[in-house]
């Protein structure tokens, strides 16, 4: 069953509701395909479709904690890399420590499925931090905000959607 890419803003039911706010009011040029959401994890997503796991990005959730106050990031890699939460991600945020979201808050606070989180409709406020490699992909599959869909667009939309800072993120 090959992917059938249409543009989002044709079906929004396919997207978390705040994607699909994002998509409407960002007027940007992304794509969404529905899939079997229990193949929504990246691995076995990019097998049974087809899509490469270096043309596939995942977006993880951060709590960073400095001084009793919490704040949260979207840290955007490749799916053939890892980021360096502890590290580079850490210094970037300013804290003493980083770390995953829990799943439960990551979910809640973006309104979003686990398993199909997406930089595309966060929180007002979070930063989107993007690895330099996932810029240079000119298609790269991510989340769509609910398991049963993706989203596909260019690594350099992807910044743009999301006011994304770029830097080298991975270990």
Same mark, same amino acid.
């Given at each position: 069953?090959?992917?059938?890419?249409?543009?989002?803003? /044709?079906?929004? +039911?396919?997207? $978390?509701?705040?994607?699909?706010?994002? %998509?409407? =009011?960002?007027?940007?040029?992304? #794509?969404?395909?529905?899939?079997?959401?229990?193949?929504?994890?990246?691995?076995?997503?990019?097998?049974?479709?087809?899509?490469?796991?270096? /043309?596939?990005? &995942?977006?993880?959730? %951060? $709590?960073?904690?400095?001084?009793?106050?919490? !704040?949260?990031?979207? %840290? *955007?890699?490749?799916?053939?890399?890892?980021? +360096? %939460? &502890?590290?580079?991600? !850490?210094?970037?945020? +300013?804290?003493?420590?980083?770390?995953?979201?829990?799943?439960?808050?990551?979910?809640?606070?973006?309104? *979003? #499925?686990?398993?199909?989180?997406? @930089?595309?409709?966060?929180?007002?406020?979070? @930063?989107?931090?993007? +690895?330099? &490699?996932?810029?240079?992909? @000119?298609?790269?599959?991510?989340? =769509?905000?609910?398991?049963? =869909?993706?989203? $596909?667009?260019?690594?350099?939309?992807?910044?743009? $959607?999301? !006011?994304? #800072?770029?830097?080298?993120?991975?270990?």
């Amino acid at each position: 069953m090959p992917l059938e890419w249409v543009p989002a803003s /044709d079906r929004p +039911d396919l997207l $978390a509701d705040p994607v699909a706010k994002a %998509v409407a =009011s960002l007027g940007i040029t992304v #794509e969404v395909a529905e899939i079997d959401p229990a193949l929504s994890d990246t691995a076995a997503f990019c097998e049974r479709y087809g899509v490469a796991m270096e /043309d596939s990005a &995942n977006c993880v959730i %951060v $709590a960073a904690k400095r001084g009793g106050e919490t !704040r949260y990031a979207a %840290v *955007m890699v490749l799916a053939t890399e890892r980021a +360096d %939460v &502890n590290g580079i991600v !850490r210094r970037r945020l +300013d804290a003493r420590k980083a770390s995953f979201a829990p799943q439960a808050e990551a979910v809640e606070l973006t309104a *979003m #499925e686990f398993g199909g989180i997406t @930089p595309i409709g966060l929180p007002e406020g979070w @930063p989107v931090l993007v +690895d330099e &490699n996932v810029t240079r992909r @000119p298609f790269v599959v991510i989340g =769509s905000g609910v398991r049963r =869909s993706k989203l $596909a667009l260019s690594g350099e939309a992807l910044v743009a $959607a999301t !006011r994304g #800072e770029v830097l080298a993120l991975t270990i």
